[in-house]
């Protein structure tokens, strides 16, 4: 496994924190290039503090775990290259995999 920068650990003790296992991640697609090769998908929970729900982006910390994938701020989203797969489905397995070695802890649902 490759060596994580301290933003890396920062931002998946913190998603971890966000994400306990059973949680699930909301993928919203916000643009798509008129050539259909590329996308910008928001990612976010909803965690309940106190009695009282409350909304969580999680993009741009997604964004700092996988670097090959960039945040656009305009679109408060994940741009990602390419056709032919999942990338919000890819990204949720991925993520909880890294978080509970196990790639079901945290499901993807797409609004």
Do not use: W
Not at 77 to 104: H, K, M, P, W
């Amino acid at each position: 496994m490759r060596r994580l920068t301290p933003l890396q650990e920062e931002a998946l003790r913190s998603l971890k924190h966000d994400l306990p296992i059973g949680s699930a991640v909301l993928c919203v697609t916000r643009s798509i290039a008129k050539s259909g090769m590329s996308r910008v998908i928001d990612f976010y929970t909803v965690v309940t503090v106190n009695g009282t729900q409350q909304t969580r982006f999680l993009s741009s910390r997604i964004a700092k775990v996988f670097p090959q994938h960039k945040y656009n701020p305009d679109l408060r989203g994940i741009r990602f290259q390419g056709c032919g797969y999942s990338a919000g489905d890819e990204i949720v397995t991925t993520l909880s995999e890294i978080l509970y070695n196990d790639r079901y802890a945290i499901v993807c649902e797409k609004l």
